[in-house]
């Protein structure tokens, strides 16, 4: 008999438990219409690229999203703290660009954007020194047989005595030879389709428990084997500053969210990027101040086994690395 009163409580708790859950619709954060801003200064040569958009909420059922609204019409320049100012001339929409023999970053120097609206709002970022980094001392591969693909990692130096912080982007350029494929009439091909590889992974560090000690062994960047050709790889090296790299590792933690009902829900990452006249009114991004050392190497793939098989288009029409995203165009002469 306690058996059967058991069974009936737990039955009539569990309806009474369905009974009090009410669907909670949360407020949707709106953002639409805010200023985005994607790009840096370096020393480098230029030219540099400063890619404006304005922010788009798109909402379909449970689905919200936040999509790049490209942004023409706007003045943007670029100003040191010698009082030099460059404008930069829109190239595409929504992409600004300056010279080859335009500014060009210098280390101890401090600079700034400014971008003027069409309505007039000026927004300026907050001034940033540029840092200098270390060389790269050396970059190295490793061939593994299980991931099939080479593993590149960067060797280097912190200074000692003062606080640095770090980024690597990296690309890589591989060929395939790629063959004809049709439906229905043959495509144009040509022999080598050159694939560039961007690791689209933030790669950042800082050396607040390694200050002055040799940075070994940075991976940078993973490619996979699916062709004898030669692979070409160029790594640059950043300095940053504390708040561009707080800035990033706060944007990368958000795109590692798992997505369980413990994460904390997406919200937007404050750059520095102001109304100069309202400075309540932030735009999204930020433009980044940097210090860059580059180094370029080749691999050597002839001879290794285990390749892995590049994937075979049933049906297409067309040239044949449009398949393979890539260009017949060939690479300029690769040096360091």
Known sequence: MKKLYSFIY???????????????????RDESGKLVVEGLISNAPPPYTIILSTSVTYESGSVVARLPNPLSGVSVAVLDDMGNREVFKETINGQYKNTANGMRGQVGRSYQLEVIMPDGRKFVSIAEKLMAVSPIDSVTSEY???LKGHSFYVNTHDPR???NYYRWTTYGIGSLQVSPVSNPSPASCSPFCWQYIENKTLNLL??????????????????PYVSQSDFYLEVNQSSISKD?????QLLEDQRNRTGSIFDPPPASILGNIYNANDSKEIALGYFIVSGVSRKRIIIKRTGLSDRLPMPIPLAFVGKCC???FGTSQAIPPWRD
Not at 212 to 218: A, E, F, H, P, S
Not at 244 to 248: E, T
């Open 144 to 146: 593994s047989k299980v």
């Open 206 to 223: 800082s050396d607040e428990f390694i200050d002055g000690n040799q940075i070994q062994k940075q991976k940078v960047f993973f490619a």
């Open 10 to 28: 737990f039955i009539c708790f569990s309806l009474l438990l369905g009974a009090c859950i009410d669907a909670v619709n949360l407020p949707i």
């Open 161 to 163: 005595g003062e606080r």
């Open 322 to 324: 449009d398949v393979y």
């Open 244 to 248: 561009a790299f707080r800035y990033l």
